[in-house]
């Protein structure tokens, strides 16, 4: 089956801890985005990523990083600097070359609670 | 900067009801324009995608329209089912290198049996 995959599906955080959220895709696609969703505020881009190594900030980048070392793997990683982490996020891929200002496809998302 | 908007936030009908969804944009110089549905908990599924130079798209009882001259684009759902419930969202790309969706806050679909 292609699509793309996020884990795990619930995340716990203490306070002060870096969490990595995971997101896969099989689609073949270069360009990968990272959204956090918070409820009556519709999806905000975190980052996003068109190529291979590398990658640009998005409107609230700020607290978060992310990598690109493989073309299928685009892991978000959550900081202790970001101060309101619990959210929803989803990570989505969009076709190569022109195609990436086409379709985009969503994973099912991680839901980060901190405690 | 792109605003997209849709209004009603939530909407109820009667199950076997056509209805239309709404989304505006206040800039008309976009790429494409993607309906997606999202289901409580769960990721987005995409429904349509109108690029510019289109009209309207369909996919089975699903019909979306594009104006782009007036910022406008609908969705219409023919004889609505319960399981249409959802939320619906709406997302632009405009146009330009490293352009980005910009999504509406979505309408929450419930179909009554």
């Known amino acids: 089956d292609g699509g793309i995959t996020q884990s795990p599906k619930y995340l716990f955080r203490k306070e002060g801890q870096n969490v990595t959220l995971s997101c896969e895709q099989n689609?073949?696609?270069?360009?990968m985005y990272w959204y956090r969703q918070d409820p009556g505020q519709g999806l905000r881009l975190i980052y996003y990523?068109?190529?291979?190594?590398?990658?640009q900030k998005g409107d609230i980048a700020e607290g978060y990083s992310v990598s690109r070392e493989k073309k299928e793997s685009f892991p978000l990683t959550v900081t202790s600097a970001q101060k309101n982490p619990t959210a929803f996020y989803l990570c989505?891929?969009?076709?190569?070359?022109?195609?990436?200002?086409?379709?985009?496809?969503f994973g099912p998302g991680t839901r980060l609670t901190v405690l | 900067k792109q605003e997209v908007t849709q209004i009603p936030a939530a909407l109820s009908v009667p199950e076997g009801e056509n209805l239309v969804l709404n989304c505006s944009f206040t800039?008309?110089?976009?790429?494409?324009l993607q309906w997606f549905r999202q289901d409580p908990g769960k990721g987005l599924t995409s429904l349509l995608l109108?690029?510019?130079?289109?009209r309207e798209q369909t996919s089975g009882r699903l019909n979306a329209s594009l104006d782009k001259s007036s910022g406008r684009s609908t969705l219409y759902i023919a004889a609505s089912q319960p399981g249409d419930s959802a939320t619906y969202l709406c997302?632009?790309?405009?146009?330009?290198?490293?352009?980005?969706?910009?999504f509406g806050k979505g309408i929450t679909l419930s179909v009554r049996p």
């Open positions: 997302a632009v790309r405009r146009t330009g290198a490293n352009s980005k969706l910009t």
């Open positions: 800039d008309s110089a976009i790429y494409n």
């Open positions: 989505a891929s969009s076709g190569a070359g022109t195609r990436a200002y086409n379709e985009q496809f």
């Open positions: 689609l073949n696609h270069d360009a």
């Open positions: 990523s068109q190529i291979v190594n590398d990658f």
């Open positions: 109108i690029q510019s130079s289109q």
